[in-house]
């Protein structure tokens, strides 16, 4: 069964670190794109960087800041995220793409100001 767990959200402050991980089984993990959205309350749901085949994009506002990464061996993809900004928080979600699209359950991150 198709599992992604999401994994290292929390509270920080303006300016601060995370590090969120996404540990998936149930399917061939190397040959999907892996991508991290986020969802803000009251906000559609929002792109935030994806890695295929070596190539890394992100959203205009994270560019500099956060960086998608994945290990193979782990089946396991990373987002750094660093100098952190209110306007960061929301629930990220992972996402697996390719024969079908995959989901995690989220995971929060809040940044305070």
């Known amino acids: 069964q198709v599992q992604l767990v999401e994994s290292g959200g929390g509270l920080v402050q303006a300016g601060g670190s995370l590090r969120l991980s996404c540990a998936a089984s149930?399917?061939?993990?190397?040959?999907?794109?892996m991508s991290w959205y986020r969802q803000a309350p009251g906000k559609q749901r929002e792109l935030v960087a994806g890695?295929?085949?070596?190539?890394?994009d992100y959203a205009d506002s994270v560019k500099g800041r956060f960086t998608i990464s994945r290990d193979n061996a782990k089946n396991t993809v990373y987002l750094q995220m660093n100098s952190l900004k209110p306007e960061d928080t929301a629930v990220y979600y992972c996402?697996?793409?390719?024969?079908?699209?995959?989901w995690g359950q989220g995971t929060q991150v809040t940044v305070s100001s």
């Open positions: 996402s697996a793409r390719y024969i079908s699209v995959y």
């Open positions: 149930g399917f061939t993990f190397s040959s999907y794109a």
């Open positions: 890695i295929s085949g070596g190539i890394t």
